[in-house]
T-cell receptor, first 118, second 114 residues
Framework: DTAVSQTPKYLVTQMGNDKSIKCEQNLGHDTMYWYKQDSKKFLKIMFS???????INETVPNRFSPKSPDKAHLNLHINSLELGDSAVYFC?????????????????FGSGTRLTVV | AQKVTQAQTEISVVEKEDVTLDCVYETRDTTYYLFWYKQPPSGELVFLIR??????QNEISGRYSWNFQKSTSSFNFTITASQVVDSAVYFC???????????FGSGTKLNVKP
């Protein structure tokens, strides 16, 4: 079974359209994330949700709106797509620990969604 | 502020050579995690290793080994007897204790030629 699954894997759309990328994790993790990887391969966090609550929003345009109906799902909706939004978007999940605990917490990425805006 | 530096943008080696990928990090936290991920041409991010800041013991897994040195804030990755299938972009990353912030280096592209 896939631990973190994203759909679709590829998405080609025209400028100005609205699109969504879905993410689901079956690991029982508390926290989910969206990352963007640009054409130079640089990976940067966009959002982080913990138990359906937003905890990180890294200066992402408000055209991007994450939605977490439950802690196993974090979807990314993008309005009015622009050429610069073309990138690979990765979903990830993790289990949060407490300071000093030495546990093998996981941090797992989905396989990515390649978004191309034309 | 946290930061991860992978100074080697691209490395090319011939199959069976050993290669070391460098990673230097900055953090003020006492509890943190370090990671290495592999991104093959197919694009997925493959987890290789996670190391917490309290464990400086080096690790070996098959042809892969990792050297964690807090004194120099480095977490280097060595591939012994490289193979063509090792060709990929390798990312070093640093996270806070609770994974709320996760910082990637810029990646090192490894080309292994037959």
């Amino acid at each position: 079974d896939t631990a973190v699954s994203q759909t679709p894997k590829y998405l080609v759309t025209q400028m100005g359209n609205d699109k969504s990328i879905k993410c689901e994790q079956n690991l029982g993790h508390d926290t989910m994330y969206w990352y963007k990887q640009d054409s130079k391969k640089f990976l940067k966090i966009m959002f982080s949700y913990n138990n359906k609550e937003l905890i990180i929003n890294e200066t992402v345009p408000n055209r991007f709106s994450p939605k977490s109906p439950d802690k196993a799902h974090l979807n990314l909706h993008i309005n009015s797509l622009e050429l610069g939004d073309s990138a690979v978007y990765f979903c990830a999940s993790s289990q949060v620990g407490t300071p000093g605990e030495i546990h093998n917490y996981g941090y797992t990425f989905g396989s990515g969604t390649r978004l191309t805006v034309v | 502020a946290q930061k991860v530096t992978q100074a080697q943008t691209e490395i090319s080696v011939v199959e069976k050579e050993d290669v070391t990928l460098d990673c230097v990090y900055e953090t003020r936290d006492t509890t943190y995690y370090l990671f290495w991920y592999k991104q093959p041409p197919s694009g997925e991010l493959v987890f290789l290793i996670r190391r917490n800041s309290f464990d400086e013991q080096n690790e070996i897994s098959g042809r892969y080994s990792w050297n964690f040195q807090k004194s120099t804030s480095s977490f280097n990755f060595t591939i012994t007897a490289s193979q063509v299938v090792d060709s990929a972009v390798y990312f070093c990353a640093l996270s806070e204790w609770n994974f709320n912030k996760f910082y990637f280096g810029s990646g090192t592209k490894l080309n292994v030629k037959p």
